[in-house]
């Protein structure tokens, strides 16, 4: 790639960095870039399912975040609230607000974003571009089979209450990155900064899970800021017992096992999926993580009633406010 000289113009870049490695990517994409909108067959018998998260410079990720990596997240956030229905992500489309047409960066940023949606079989089919303050917002659109989508108010009273992978790495990495945890250099830091960095959306495990499990939805402020939603949306209490939170041999490799409890609990950005299931089929959804390499967790249960109850061995667990050590 030869060095920019002079500032790129906004058709030249769009074509260069956004519309060239999305063009033909699905054949339902009747009109994608260079239109004034998009248009997107719809197969019969489906429910369209659409979602849009903002990254901020500064608020969402650190300033000197690399491009990579923000694209990366940019269209990982969104992915993962499809996943969270039980959909199969389709379409996206990309605001971009940006200080200055840079090519490096650019180049890095849509490598990150288009190398996951390729992954996933999502065609970038439009957006917007404007120059501010570093923004980025991805709005995606999948399908699911009518009437099937994955909700968080299915929750029943005695489901199993899991959660898929393990917690608090990413919000560790992201301390870790930003000095704000002792980062020795070491296998275990560079994967918990890559947690933060370079989410997995659980998208295929999301599919898998409709029609085995009753409720979903996917942690990205943290199980203390997340969890009551579910519960709410599905009209009951629930019980967590901490000492289930899964944590990874990275984390508890680098804090001590309270401050790993801490950060599963608030720290947020892990994009793990927790989910309801009645106890009679949770094997069978152990089963389906298992195929794809993935794990769940049993942490607790819903219960009649109102409010979250956390315990440690049998005693209330006072958890950490969520958000605790946010900046954001
Ligand atoms: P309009 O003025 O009609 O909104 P633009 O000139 O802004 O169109 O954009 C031209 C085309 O490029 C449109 O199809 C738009 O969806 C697409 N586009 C603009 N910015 C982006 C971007 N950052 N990523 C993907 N597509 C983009
Ligand atoms: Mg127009």
Partial sequence: MTAEIRPLGEFELIERYFARGARGARSDVIAGIGDDAAILRLPPDVDLVAAVDTLVAGRHFPPQSGARSIG???LAVNLSDIAAM???????????????????????F???LTQLAQAHGVALVGGDTTAGPLTISVQILGTVERGGALRRAGGQAGDILA???TLGDAGAGLRLSMGRLASPACAATRELVGRFEYPTPRVEFGRAARGIASAAMDLSDGLVGDLPKLASASGLAARVDVARLPLSPALLALVPEAQARELALAAGDDYELLVAVAPRRFDELAES?????LTVAAIGELLPGRGV?????GRPFAVPANGYDHFR
């Fill in 72 to 74: 990366h997240r940019a």
């Fill in 110 to 112: 849509s490598t990150g």
């Fill in 309 to 313: 109850t956390w315990t440690l061995a």
């Fill in 86 to 108: 039980g959909a199969t992500p389709a379409w996206a489309t990309l605001a971009l607000t940006m200080p200055s047409a840079d090519g490096a960066w650019l180049a890095e």
């Fill in 163 to 165: 959660v898929t992978g």
């Fill in 289 to 293: 993580a298992r195929q794809l390499n």
